[in-house]
Each structure stands twice: as C-alpha cells, then as structure tokens.
C-alpha cells in the first residue's frame, strides 16, 4: 500500500454517505488526517460514520453543516491539502419533484467548495460527478468525450457542476481532476438504488419482484474499485490529473433484467419480476444504455476494477443479509 496519504490532510465532503464514507475510512487505513464534511440534522448523526470502528472514527475530525454555506465549507477546507468532494443530492426520482434543490445544492454548493479551496491554496481537489451526465449512449464504450445529456434535473446540475469545475480550473488555476464512476454499489448503498431494492425484496420474503423498466443497461462497479480510483486520482501527477476528467467504470454492461436474475441465483430465491408503473422513470427522461470506457483511467492512472461483479454483488449480499436497512437510506449526502 502506497504510504502517499500518511499524515496528509484531506477533507472529504459527502463523508457520511455511502461512496464518502468508505472513502473517508480508507484514507485513515492509509495514514490521512481525515476531516469529514457531513450533513446537519436534528439527530446529530453522522451518515454511515456512525457504523465506522472506533479506531477509524478516532482518525477522523467530522464537521457537521450545510454545503449551500460558503463559511463552513472555507472553515473545513482550512489547511488541507486534498478535497474529495462527493457531497451532493443523489437521488433521480427526487429531482424531478425539487430541481431547485439539486441546483443550489449540487452546482452551487460546488461552487463554495472551489472557493474555499482557492482560498486556501490546496494542492488537488478531486471533484465526483457520474456516469448520468452521459444520458443514454449515444456511441459506446462511453469514453470521456461522449456529449453530456442533461436526461433528469439530477443529471443537468451534475454536468453545471462538473462545467464549474472545470471553469475553475481554467479561469483561476484551481488545482482540480474529476472523478467520474459508473453505477458504483456495494454495502452501504441507498435502499432506492437498484442493487439494494433488489435484494431488499428478495430478502425480506416478498412473492415478486417490482422493478421498474428492465431493458436499461448499466456498468456496476464495486464501491472499493471506485475508491481506489479517486484515491488514484488524488495522487496521480498534476499532468496526468489537473483539468482533466476520467471514467471510473468496470466496462462491462448488464441489463436490470439480467442482473436481477443474476441476484435471484446468487441469493437462491426465485420470484416472478413485475414491472411497476410507478417505478418508471418519466418518458424521455430513461438513461438506456451505459457502458464505461475505462481505457483513459487504466492507461493514465495505473487503476483498473479489481472486485468482479460477481465477487461485489456476494459482498454485497452477505452485508445485506446482517443488516438490510440503515442510514444509508438517505439520499442527501451532503
């Protein structure tokens, strides 16, 4: 293991949620001094940060607060020298009932956080934006120069943010690398993401399966891939890393489907699939295909997926089976 983090000071937002919290932990294996950006609530809670081992939550400095306020991100940002920035409302259904929300919190909020790190003068700020920003594939592999399509209000502020990035980068300097990974899952997950619903159902003894449109494909790759590839991101060079974008994808595409099916064998139940109406996502509004071209990432970074498929979906099982539900619930991250 690379000693490079070793009493490094990272902050990382979106801590608490399920691709940051992971990522937040790693960093403390890895020597880090972590600073953890969480979302405030009345409970006082932490996100998946509460689960964390007492030995890694003694690594980690958590701040609770508001990505939407420019002083508290300029508060946490002080002194580090590494922002992982993946706080940002997550969940598509949402968006379409509160596309303000996603604006304010995934563009603007984005914003406040390449403020505070210009105001700070960090070395690398890793931004996270996703594979929805590509819509439904136009040409695949997707590489890194497919044309962004803005297919739901979730999708639309992830590319204004992934834009702001890079404006920042060309405008002030800022030294900023985007992380973009395809359909990461694994425990932890959000119980409406389609892995977690999956095995949710399957688990809990239902006599079918409501899934929404089964013909879209995905690229799912697990969530340890995906952390070593935004931890690769943060240590590539400034020629490999800065200014530029990369996927973070398996390259390999199954359908919802084929990978229920695929849940069905590996858990040993077998219901009939029902597709549910109300489960659709609006016309027009459906990402079809997405397939990661991941040949950018593995020729710069060094990083390819080392977890299967099939290995992450039996981790993923084996955790749900211990506990089906929890915080990770939640899907603003921030």
Not at 216 to 223: E, G, M, S
Request: aromatic letters at 6%; one cysteine or more.
């Amino acid at each position: 293991m690379s000693s490079f983090w070793k009493g490094r000071k990272v902050l990382v937002t979106g801590a608490g949620g399920f691709i940051g919290s992971h990522l937040a932990e790693e960093l403390v294996r890895r020597g880090a001094i972590v600073r953890g950006f969480v979302h405030y609530n009345a409970l006082g809670r932490s996100g998946w940060l509460d689960e964390s081992t007492a030995d890694l939550r003694a690594g980690m400095e958590l701040i609770a607060g508001d990505l939407r306020e420019a002083g508290m991100i300029l508060d946490a940002a002080r002194d580090c020298d590494t922002i992982f920035h993946l706080g940002a409302l997550i969940a598509i259904p949402y968006s379409y009932r509160s596309p303000l929300g996603y604006v304010r919190v995934n563009i603007e909020g984005t914003v406040n956080v390449l403020d505070a790190a210009r105001a700070v003068g960090v070395r690398r700020i890793v931004h996270t934006s996703t594979s929805e920003v590509y819509g439904t594939a136009i040409s695949v592999p997707i590489a890194e120069t497919h044309p962004l399509q803005g297919q739901s209000p979730y999708a639309a502020s992830k590319i204004g943010a992934d834009a702001i990035v890079e404006s920042y980068h060309r405008s002030f300097g800022v030294p900023a690398t985007t992380a973009r990974p395809f359909n990461t899952f694994g425990p932890r997950q959000s119980a409406r993401a389609v892995i977690p619903a999956i095995l949710a159902q399957l688990l809990a003894g239902a006599t079918e399966l409501q899934l929404g449109n089964l013909a879209p494909t995905r690229d799912f790759n697990y969530v340890t891939n995906t952390v070593e590839g935004m931890l690769a991101l943060g240590e590539a060079p400034d020629s490999v890393a800065l200014g530029r974008t990369y996927n973070l994808g398996s390259n390999r595409e199954i359908s919802i489907g084929a990978l229920a099916s695929m849940l069905m064998d590996r858990t040993g139940i077998h219901v009939p699939i029902t597709s549910s109406e109300d489960r659709m996502r609006p016309t027009g509004s459906e990402v079809e295909r997405l397939l990661a071209d991941n040949s950018f990432a593995k020729t710069m970074l060094k990083w390819s997926p080392r977890v299967t498929l099939e290995e992450g979906l039996d981790e993923t099982i084996a955790w749900m089976k211990k506990r089906p539900a929890g915080p990770g619930a939640a899907g603003f991250v921030v």
